[in-house]
């Protein structure tokens, strides 16, 4: 079984080693061939570029799509993103790829307004955060959508599990694929193949 992990620097593992990355942990665990097509910076539209190359025409079993923040935090818009991740999802339908839709971990504020630098209004974009995650679930329960809830699985208060507030740092990714193993096994989702 191959699933494609799509998405930003999240998803990609910003600053961890490969061996540390939650999904190379949770594939060492469950025997998933996972791949990486995260993309540090990258927006939901710069994934919507990529989609064809790095996920369709590879043909995967599914897709695990987790995407958005960088449109908040530089285009200071969540809607967008939104559409943009819907789109996808129809894309993957489309192409009877099953899709899960991934919710990303909250903003650390105290260490992102220290380490995040001057760019970004963090206290505004956590704001925006919380709205398009809302949306997420919102969407992806009226979609039926198997939903991986970074967010909710997780007790994200430890600082520790951040490397500057935003990225996750090797205790994180533990967590993340600890999150990710549950899910799989709990959501009968086992059966893509």
Not at 47 to 53: A, D, N, V, Y
Not at 139 to 150: A, H, K, M
Request: charged share 25%; glycine share 6%.
């Amino acid at each position: 079984m191959k699933i494609i992990c799509f998405g930003d620097s999240l998803t990609f593992g910003y600053q961890v080693s490969r061996e540390e990355k939650w999904h190379v942990i949770a594939e060492k665990k469950t025997g998933i061939q996972m791949v990486n097509r995260g993309v540090s910076g990258d927006t939901t539209e710069g994934m919507l570029e990529r989609i064809q190359k790095q996920v369709l025409d590879a043909k995967p079993d599914g897709v695990i799509l987790m995407g958005g923040y960088n449109d908040i935090f530089f285009n200071r818009n969540w809607e967008r993103a939104a559409q943009n991740m819907s789109a996808m999802v129809d894309q993957f339908k489309t192409n009877n790829i099953k899709a899960f839709v991934a919710i990303p971990p909250p903003i650390h504020l105290p260490v992102a307004f220290k380490d995040g630098g001057e760019m970004v209004d963090f206290e505004e974009s956590a704001v925006m955060i919380e709205a398009y995650c809302q949306w997420l679930r919102d969407y992806t329960v009226s979609s039926r959508i198997p939903t991986l809830d970074f967010r909710a699985s997780i007790d994200w208060t430890d600082k520790d599990l951040y490397l500057d507030g935003i990225h996750q740092s090797p205790a994180g990714h533990q967590r993340m694929a600890d999150s990710f193993i549950v899910f799989w096994k709990s959501s009968r989702v086992v059966s893509v193949s």
